[in-house]
């Protein structure tokens, strides 16, 4: 029997140096790569477009997805004008996972949100996001570690009985942190299902429990012993692939 193919979003990067300054590149960091690879799956990179034919083509290949992380979400989809401390945002890229992201749901695919994944799908539903972690009124945490990508520097506490939960296995653990927005409004058909210790939203799913984001990384964890059980997450998609 074959493996499922699982489609990873992926993103572009720009030369800064070298050779070709200014020459861009489709990429996902290896970890992406490696982490469905590890679990059974056979991963295809699906580079950007902006050709909607051919995104939907791309999708036609693949039995999963999974977006990945990269560049903060346009607020103008939420209804925001951009605040001062927003980082760079790439609007044909925020079309480009959400095509993708419509598609892969009616076909019923079983879709993992990775950090600016996770935003994405809320975004898409119809929430919101703060621009920047300094936004939240309440006492909020560190939530961009800045090094060490398999160091857990931060607790979650996912909520029992959801599909999340039944995933990974566990309800009480740590997770590392990269990411300066966070999820403000959850949109009102997906839910809430993970929060880090100071009340951030950091694990949402639909109610089928097809869709899953998760903000931290759980690609950069799967190596790590301790945090093996973040394997979990890619073998959802791979053993639900269509």
């Known amino acids: 029997m074959s493996k499922p193919i699982i489609g990873i979003a992926g993103s572009e990067i720009i030369d800064d140096g070298g050779m070709f300054p200014g020459y861009r590149r489709s990429y996902v960091n290896e970890d992406y790569v490696d ?43 939420y209804g925001e004008e951009l605040l001062p401390k927003i980082g760079k945002t790439w609007p044909a890229r925020d079309h480009f996972d959400m095509l993708l992201l419509k598609l892969a749901e009616e076909k019923g695919l079983p879709v993992l949100g990775i950090c600016r994944g996770a935003q994405i799908i809320n975004v898409a539903h119809g929430g919101s996001l703060y621009q920047d972690a300094s936004y939240r009124k309440e006492l909020t945490y560190k939530h961009e570690q800045g090094h060490t990508p398999s160091l857990p520097t931060h607790g979650m506490q996912v909520k029992a009985g959801s599909k999340l ?53 759980p690609e950069m964890l799967h190596r790590n012993p301790q945090m093996s059980f973040m394997n979990n997450l890619f073998k959802f998609v791979i053993d639900n692939a269509k």
Not at 52 to 77: C, F, R, T, W, Y
């Open 165 to 217: 939960a039944q995933i990974l296995g566990k309800t009480d653990f740590m997770v590392n942190s990269f990411h300066h927005q966070l999820i403000k409004k959850v949109a009102s058909d997906l839910s809430a299902v993970a929060k880090a210790p100071d009340g951030v939203v950091e694990g949402i799913e639909n109610q089928t429990g097809t869709v899953i984001g998760v903000q931290w990384h």
């Open 35 to 77: 982490s469905v690879v590890q679990n059974g799956g056979l991963p295809l990179i699906i580079p950007f477009t902006e050709n909607d034919e051919v995104i939907k083509a791309q999708l036609e290949h693949v039995q999963g997805l999974i977006l990945s992380g990269g560049h903060d979400v346009d607020p103008h989809l």
